[in-house]
Nanobody
Framework: QVQLVESGGGLVQAGGSLRLSCTASGRTLTSIVMGWFRQAPGKEREFVAGISWSGGSTDFGDSVKGRFTISRDVYKTTAYLQMNSLKPGDTAVYYC?????????????????WGQGTQVTVSS
């Protein structure tokens, strides 16, 4: 089992920035992809960003390209989601997810492990 713990959510004004962190612990996998999803009330959970084990490959959902970046620390246990130019439409619960392998999947069912989520609220 892999445990994921998110932190860094909160309330921010439109145009502001937040950085979310996700720390993995537990069973050590040879390589895991770490991703971020978000879910707003009444909407489906959507892919936001993902990063490969090495950190050399990243991918983003269309709605956040150019505004969000993703990175991971040198120990590969923590992934960061830097969110800039935030909009009220970014308001959601943000979830960290992990999957074994090298492919940065976009579908929720392709991830094996999930964090508990952290609320991000962007006021206008």
């Amino acid at each position: 089992q892999v445990q994921l713990v998110e932190s860094g959510g909160g309330l921010v004004q439109a145009g502001g920035s937040l950085r979310l962190s996700c720390t993995a612990s537990g069973r050590t996998l040879t390589s895991i992809v770490m991703g971020w999803f978000r879910q707003a009330p009444g909407k489906e959970r959507e892919f936001v960003a993902g990063i490969s084990w090495s950190g050399g490959s990243t991918d983003f959902g269309d709605s956040v390209k150019g505004r969000f970046t993703i990175s991971r620390d040198v120990y590969k246990t923590t992934a960061y989601l830097q969110m800039n130019s935030l909009k009220p439409g970014d308001t959601a619960v943000y979830y960290c997810a992990a999957r074994a392998g090298s492919y940065i999947a976009h579908q929720r069912h392709e991830y094996d492990y999930w964090g508990q989520g952290t609320q991000v609220t962007v006021s206008s």
